[in-house]
């Protein structure tokens, strides 16, 4: 079984990365640092459903990781780093305590949040200037946007891997 | 378990975030853009006070080189101020567009450089620290 975790692990880990690149090719409308689709979420998603904390840390580190240094640069991927680590735990956690309350798309919306919230706390350090509550009422929006498009891929393809008893 | 639908929680979670965001949002906009009187803006950089400049008084239009690392810069006219060119990969900065109110802000995280716009009220070091 281990061979076969780790296969998923790295099919995943691959996954990840590609959509995370496609998406710097989508423009995003709005001016903010740190606000972008986070289409790496869906992948983080199946990954908690199927796999256990410590393989979803993995793929989250080696995906941001990856993307950061073919991308961005080392100063952005501070951003990448604690924005998708926290964002992933705080998914995990709602996905293993309170599944029964939210669906998948609720726990991508969290996620969302987490994640944009995370990141513009770091620029704001970065900066030396407290840019978070401007910028809230715009993150906060955005979040629900993106995360309920993410959840909502992620909850097609679970239910797809469930009936076809991929995993 | 059923994940197909949407659950209660979530509609109870995006609806409060919703009205949370209505909420700050009305509050900025209500704590800053009733306020009339002279702008200024304020141009830091990596935290420290680069440039103030009173909008009103600018005559004529004014480039400022602001470059560090890459090329950058803030084109200034009365009453109004923004990035208008940056070499940076996203260019959030020259996005963000022209500032005109008390509160707006454009930031650019490559080369750390913010611009925000105070009332005369303010003080710098209550938005700079």
Excluded at chain 1, 80 to 109: C, Q, R, V
Aim: hydrophobic share 50%.
């Amino acid at each position: 079984m281990n061979t076969k975790r780790n296969a998923i692990i790295i099919i995943l880990v691959c996954n990840a990365i590609l959509i995370s690149l496609l998406e710097l090719i989508i423009p995003v409308p709005i001016p903010i640092p740190g606000v972008k689709l986070g289409l790496g979420n869906i992948i983080t998603l199946i990954a908690i459903v199927f796999l256990d904390l410590k393989a979803v840390l993995l793929i989250v580190l080696l995906r941001c990781t990856v993307v950061a240094v073919l991308s961005k640069g080392l100063l952005m991927m501070a951003f990448s780093l604690t924005g998708g680590l926290l964002s992933a735990l705080i998914m995990w956690l709602f996905y293993k305590k309170l599944a029964g309350l939210f669906s998948l798309k609720g726990i991508s919306i969290v996620g969302a949040l987490v994640h944009n919230t995370t990141q513009v706390l770091v620029a704001s350090l970065i900066l030396h200037e407290l840019v978070v509550l401007y910028y809230l009422p715009i993150l906060l929006i955005s979040s629900v946007v993106t995360g309920f498009i993410t959840g909502s891929i992620s909850d097609l393809t679970v239910r797809e891997i469930r009936k076809r008893e991929i995993l | 378990m059923n994940i197909r639908m949407f659950k209660k929680a979530d509609l109870i979670l995006i609806v409060g975030l919703v009205l949370l965001s209505g909420l700050i949002l009305a509050w900025n906009t209500f704590s800053t853009s009733s306020k009339g009187g002279p702008v200024t803006a304020v141009i830091t950089q990596n935290g420290t006070v680069l440039k103030t400049i009173d909008l009103a008084s600018v005559q004529n239009p004014e480039s400022l080189d602001v470059s560090q690392g890459f090329h950058q810069v803030i084109l200034v006219e009365k009453g109004r101020i923004c990035f208008s060119e940056s070499d940076c990969r996203d260019k959030i900065c020259v996005k963000s567009g022209w500032l005109t109110k008390i509160g707006d802000k454009a930031v650019c995280m490559p080369s750390k450089t913010v611009i925000t716009l105070i009332g005369d009220h303010q003080e710098i070091d209550s938005i700079a620290y």
